[in-house]
């Protein structure tokens, strides 16, 4: 059976999309990504992938990272039902797709940069959310454009059936949301995401990603709880509880930023974030504070 080394980022929701759609088995491991500084950080899984990242895939003899790669290993061992159109043109343009939310949009908002902006530059939790507001809308406008402009776009990314493309915008709208970005400029992503959720396989693994998410709050909330009893007040208040926007996120990151800043600070090369910062433009973004997304630690 497959085994699938999971947690509530987007990059492994990418995957739990795939393989619902495919109709595979898989034995489903959580990888918490902040309790005792990271599971992903052990050593255990370290001997299976050494950038401590997730996703991981185990099929048999093989040990498959970077949510991509193990699509399109899916997709050449399991290749009914498909996940790229039959004509080179049109899996061309579903991996463009899917490479500019992973690729451009996704790697600039993990932790690691979060981590650099606040270590190097002293980036208040308002720069980091004018930060991560820039980075999204710019990649979201690009999306957008691909979709809207093209006549291949159906009721879905690509014609009338999922793709690859689909398992990749759905996790990113789900993330903008939960971190209180607007869509209402991108109408055509609205569109798809809503008709992606219409199926089986893309509700199934949102319940999933749901599960995680809510055993991610249920570990935080017993530390406040934890921490009020020490101090002999009350639980700190939480934000948990509004619809899609997780305030409690910045905790974790700040929880696991003490255990592997080091390994992120480089003074070198920060003039053109610190331009930015300073700039009207990130002034100029909502003041709404954004999160740091513990998901973010699974880039691919």
Known sequence: ?????????????????????KGLAYEAVPVHLVRGGGEQHSAA????????????LVDGEVTLTQSLPIIEYLEERHPAPALLPPDPPGRARVRAIAQTIACEIHPLNN????QRLEATLGASAQAKSAWYAHWVALGFTVVEAMLSQSAATGRYCHCDTPTLAD?????????????????????????????????????????????????????????????????????????????????GAQEEAAALANQSIKRFVDP???????????????????????????????AS
């Open 1 to 21: 059976m497959l085994v699938l080394y999971t947690s509530r980022s987007s990059a492994s929701y990418r995957v739990r999309i795939a393989l619902e759609l």
């Open 45 to 56: 899984f370290a001997t299976l992938n050494p950038a401590e990242l997730v996703p991981v």
């Open 111 to 114: 932790l690691r940069v979060l």
């Open 167 to 247: 398992c990749c915008l759905v996790p990113q709208i789900y993330n903008a949301e939960r971190f209180g970005v607007s869509l209402a400029a991108y109408p055509t992503l609205r569109r798809i995401g809503q008709a992606c959720l219409e199926l089986p396989a893309f509700e199934q693994a949102h319940r999933l990603h749901e599960d995680l998410v809510a055993r991610t709050r249920r570990i935080r909330h017993t530390r406040q709880r934890n921490f009020a009893r020490r101090r002999g007040g009350s639980a700190p208040a939480s934000g948990l509880r509004r619809p899609r926007v997780d305030h």
């Open 268 to 298: 070198a090369d920060i003039a053109a974030l610190a331009v930015f910062l300073a700039s009207d433009a990130a002034r100029s973004i909502s003041g709404k504070m954004i999160p740091i997304d513990g998901d973010s630690q699974s």
